[in-house]
Each structure stands twice: as structure tokens, then as C-alpha cells.
């Protein structure tokens, strides 16, 4: 087993979680910079929402808003919920959207309780999402559940 050490100052102490998080948060945020094509492939949006929302104890609700080559603009978290579920406002979607100048975006959410499966709730804001995002020209690309797996409404069929 390996042992992770962090500095203060000038000295070393133990890696807690809340560390190791932050510096993986650092390494992503380096990683996965505004405008760069990172994002190019399911696989490779799956790993970064994978690191950015795996193992909440709570549901967040969060955004990839894209340019029109979807190239990731900025990743940005709206809602944050309980251990069941998070209330999502259509219009505030919408809103951050045409701020960022926005022509895609995918949605996605973590299931604290490890389950990917979506849930009807999940189904129902997702159309509601899609409807008014069309509205202002805005594709809704794919919707994605975050659990021990990870589910795409678009490869689901639901989208």
C-alpha cells in the first residue's frame, strides 16, 4: 500500500481525502481547460464527469456547455440536492446557456446511492430541459447519470 503525502510549508504530513480530492480537482481542472478538445469522445466525458461528480454523498447537478464544435466552454454545477434528488429549474439552465454563448450542452448528475438507472424524475426534466433549450436553438446532447456505472440517455435511447 502506498502512503500520499501533502506539503505544509515546510513540512509533510499524511494525505487525508479531502486532499487527495482537491489535488485530483486541481489535476482535472488543468486537464480538462475551457476551449480545449478534451471532450472529444463519450469515453473521455464519461472519465471527467466520472472524477468530477463520482463518490457525492449528495445529487449535483451539473453542465457541460459547449461551443458550436463542442469544444467545452465551461463546466459549471447549478443545483446541488440531498441523497435523493436535486431541484432543477429549466430556465436557470437556459439562462446560464445563452450567458456563455452556449450551442450544446450536456447535463449531468450523481446518484449518491450508486444506482445509474434513470429515474422517471430523471426522464421527465430531462424532456422539460430538451424543450426549452430548443427553444433558443440550444442542443441537449446527452444526459448522464452518475453512479458506481454511468448511464447515457443518448445511448439509452431516451434523449
Known amino acids: 500500500m502506498t502512503t500520499l503525502y501533502v506539503r505544509e510549508g515546510n513540512e509533510y504530513k499524511v494525505?487525508?481525502?479531502?486532499?487527495?480530492?482537491?489535488?485530483?480537482?486541481?489535476?482535472?481542472?488543468?486537464?480538462?481547460?475551457?476551449?480545449?478538445?478534451?471532450?472529444?469522445?463519450?469515453?473521455?466525458?464519461?472519465?471527467?464527469?466520472?472524477l468530477k461528480l463520482g463518490g457525492r454523498d449528495y445529487e449535483t447537478f451539473a453542465i457541460l456547455f459547449l461551443d458550436n464544435r463542442h469544444r467545452?466552454?465551461?463546466?459549471?454545477?447549478?443545483?446541488?440536492?440531498t441523497i435523493d434528488g436535486a431541484a432543477v429549474h429549466p430556465r436557470e439552465v437556459v439562462k446560464e446557456a445563452l450567458a456563455r454563448n452556449a450551442a450544446a450542452l450536456v447535463c449531468a448528475h450523481a446518484h449518491p446511492s450508486g444506482v445509474s438507472t434513470p429515474s422517471q424524475a430523471d426522464e421527465m426534466i430531462t424532456q422539460r430541459l430538451k424543450s426549452a433549450l430548443a427553444l433558443v436553438d440550444i442542443r441537449l446532447l446527452d444526459h448522464i447519470v452518475v453512479g458506481e456505472t454511468i448511464s447515457s440517455f443518448a445511448e439509452l435511447g431516451l434523449l
Do not use: C, H, K, W
Not at 488543468?30 to 478538445?37: C, D, I, L
Not at 467545452?72 to 440536492?81: D, K, N
Open 72 to 81: 467545452l466552454i465551461e463546466y459549471v454545477e447549478l443545483f446541488r440536492g
Open 15 to 50: 494525505a487525508s481525502g479531502q486532499d487527495i480530492l482537491e489535488r485530483a480537482n486541481a489535476l482535472i481542472s488543468q486537464r480538462y481547460r475551457a476551449g480545449a478538445p478534451v471532450l472529444s469522445s463519450p469515453a473521455r466525458t464519461r472519465e471527467f464527469l466520472r
